[in-house]
């Protein structure tokens, strides 16, 4: 019997050339958006028909190393897998500074996922979508899934997380985002982003009146959470109460490469949306818990078997990590 999938990103596959600030290189890391994000999913869905609920469409050129479609294959996800032999797998170059800053540029262009690429069959039963894009194409995207859904008849629309790419994160650009941000469920820019919105930086007091201003100057249907890093996310919703989630990691010496580590967020934010029926506070939760998952090696979460059960990394599992997260945010 078919598995219905429920989650999807429509953030691209990358390819990853990685030079830190000391100056130290890392090659031919499987990463972009939609990887990171995808994998911030499957850390919370164990290995069968849970773990296939997940459903991802890997772009792939004429270049693409099989070892990373047996990476990919190997996560029991629903994969499909689009050739497109006239192009090159999307490949990047990510350059870190301090403070986690990270600079990206594409050495092999993008291979986008547009709306029309899932099968009418996920149109059907998708109910959290994770994007990374402008907000030009937000609204395309967005536009054109509703078309889809109506057109299929789906029974209801699915959820949408938005994560703006930081070239459209400029106060010119903020009357756009607007318009994006009506048409999404959830707003997710990162501080440097947010900061860049509003034109000015956020203060010490880790800037809950720029938040509000932020969020009456974007409007998003449901919440705003601005992803922070180490400082964890901040939470705003209609009501306009702000929360911070703490960041998994106290320890810094855990954190070797924040490379997708806020993708790696929206896709557990994604699992966390579904599972708390639309809580904004937890489902940040969920994505500080994968976000420390990504944060933990160079590259991807790696998966192991023990005791027939699956195990990220070194563990703890995602739902433990959620329950030290949970008792954390009880003791502020």
Same mark, same amino acid.
């Given at each position: 019997?078919?598995?219905?999938?429920?989650? #999807?990103? $429509?953030?691209?596959?990358?390819?990853?050339?990685?030079?830190?600030?000391?100056? %130290?290189?890392?090659?031919?890391?499987?990463?972009?958006?939609?990887?990171?994000?995808?994998?911030?999913?499957?850390?919370?869905?164990? #290995?069968?028909?849970?773990?296939?609920?997940?459903?991802?469409?890997?772009?792939?050129?004429?270049?693409?190393?099989? &070892?990373?479609?047996?990476? $990919?294959? %190997?996560?029991?996800? #629903?994969?499909?897998?689009?050739?497109?032999?006239?192009?090159?797998?999307?490949?990047?170059?990510?350059?870190?500074?301090?403070?986690?800053?990270?600079?990206?540029?594409?050495?092999?262009?993008?291979?986008?996922? &547009?709306?029309?690429?899932?099968?009418?069959?996920?149109?059907? #039963?998708?109910?959290?979508?994770?994007?990374?894009?402008?907000?030009?194409?937000?609204?395309?995207?967005?536009?054109?899934?509703?078309?889809?859904?109506?057109?299929?008849?789906?029974?209801?629309?699915?959820?949408?997380?938005?994560?703006?790419?930081?070239?459209?994160?400029?106060?010119?650009?903020?009357?756009?985002?607007?318009?994006?941000?009506?048409?999404?469920?959830?707003?997710?820019?990162?501080?440097?982003?947010?900061?860049?919105?509003?034109?000015?930086?956020?203060?010490?007091?880790?800037?809950? /009146?720029?938040?509000?201003?932020?969020?009456?100057?974007?409007?998003?249907?449901?919440?705003?959470?601005?992803?922070?890093?180490?400082?964890?996310?901040?939470?705003?919703?209609?009501?306009?109460?702000?929360?911070?989630?703490?960041?998994?990691?106290?320890?810094?010496?855990?954190?070797?490469?924040?490379?997708?580590?806020?993708?790696?967020?929206?896709?557990? $934010?994604?699992?966390?949306? %579904?599972?708390?029926?639309?809580?904004?506070?937890?489902?940040?939760?969920?994505?500080?818990? %994968?976000?420390?998952?990504?944060?933990?090696?160079?590259?991807?979460?790696?998966? /192991?078997?023990?005791?027939?059960?699956?195990?990220?990394?070194?563990?703890?599992?995602?739902?433990?990590?959620?329950?030290? $997260?949970?008792?954390?945010?009880?003791?502020?």
């Amino acid at each position: 019997m078919t598995v219905p999938v429920v989650y #999807t990103s $429509l953030g691209s596959l990358i390819i990853d050339d990685i030079v830190y600030e000391d100056g %130290s290189e890392e090659k031919d890391i499987l990463g972009g958006a939609g990887i990171y994000a995808i994998y911030g999913m499957r850390v919370w869905k164990t #290995t069968g028909r849970d773990s296939r609920t997940i459903g991802y469409i890997a772009k792939e050129g004429f270049d693409h190393p099989e &070892t990373i479609t047996r990476q $990919l294959d %190997s996560l029991d996800m #629903t994969i499909r897998h689009d050739g497109h032999k006239d192009q090159h797998t999307t490949r990047g170059l990510n350059t870190f500074g301090p403070n986690d800053h990270r600079d990206f540029e594409y050495i092999h262009p993008i291979i986008r996922i &547009t709306a029309r690429d899932p099968p009418e069959e996920w149109v059907r #039963t998708l109910r959290v979508i994770h994007i990374i894009c402008s907000p030009e194409r937000a609204i395309e995207i967005v536009t054109e899934w509703r078309d889809r859904e109506q057109q299929c008849g789906a029974r209801s629309g699915a959820v949408f997380i938005w994560e703006p790419v930081p070239w459209s994160c400029r106060a010119e650009c903020l009357d756009l985002v607007r318009q994006a941000s009506q048409l999404v469920d959830v707003l997710t820019p990162n501080h440097e982003e947010a900061q860049a919105l509003l034109g000015h930086k956020l203060d010490d007091s880790h800037g809950d /009146h720029y938040m509000q201003q932020l969020f009456h100057a974007t409007q998003p249907r449901q919440a705003l959470i601005v992803r922070a890093g180490r400082r964890g996310a901040a939470v705003m919703t209609k009501d306009m109460a702000l929360r911070w989630v703490p960041a998994y990691h106290d320890n810094q010496d855990l954190v070797r490469d924040v490379t997708g580590a806020g993708n790696a967020f929206c896709g557990g $934010l994604c699992i966390g949306w %579904s599972e708390t029926n639309g809580d904004p506070v937890m489902a940040a939760m969920f994505g500080a818990v %994968s976000s420390s998952f990504a944060v933990e090696q160079v590259g991807l979460p790696m998966i /192991h078997q023990k005791d027939t059960e699956d195990q990220w990394n070194d563990g703890p599992s995602a739902r433990i990590r959620l329950r030290y $997260l949970q008792d954390k945010m009880a003791e502020r």
